[in-house]
């Protein structure tokens, strides 16, 4: 059982990795975006990268990230009602919220709408450095305890 469980935990932090370089750099594809003129041939390579990397890469290692995550807390048979569990879950509602905005803004790019500017991706490409200290933090050293 222990066994599996590393296993999991194994996949489980594999996955999450995959997820937060996506997090990382999808603001970062997004800022230099903002740069080229809509339509321009500089503007489609962008949409194809973003394109890419969101549905070969962070769609499904969010979805391995939460399935693996859930599945970790049924081996483990962790008590849900703990701070750390309950401190972790809230940060990553967050990150998945802040994800759910970036899928927004993707879909507007494909459309050669541009309602944000270069300077707001570069600030709120900080969240998730904020999020992931958080949630390591809950998940590793758990406080509270
Ligand atoms: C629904 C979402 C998630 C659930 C239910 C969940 C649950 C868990 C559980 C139960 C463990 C095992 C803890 C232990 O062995 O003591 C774990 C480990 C871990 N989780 Fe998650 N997790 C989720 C999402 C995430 C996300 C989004 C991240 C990072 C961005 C993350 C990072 C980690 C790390 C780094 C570990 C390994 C901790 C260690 O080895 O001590 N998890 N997770």
Known sequence: MV????WLKAIHIVSVVA???????LPR?????????????ASELFKTMERRLTGVIM???MVMSLLSGVLL???GQIELFQIWVLGKLAAVFLLLLY???LEVYLRQFARDQRTRNARFFRVINEV???LLIIIVVFVVVKPFQ
């Open 3 to 6: 066994e599996w469980f590393l």
């Open 19 to 25: 997820w937060m370089a996506g997090l990382f750099y």
């Open 29 to 41: 594809l997004f800022v230099y975006h903002c740069d080229v003129s809509p339509g321009s041939e």
């Open 59 to 61: 769609r499904p290692a």
């Open 73 to 75: 807390l049924i081996a």
């Open 99 to 101: 994800y759910g905005a």
């Open 128 to 130: 998730p450095t904020l």
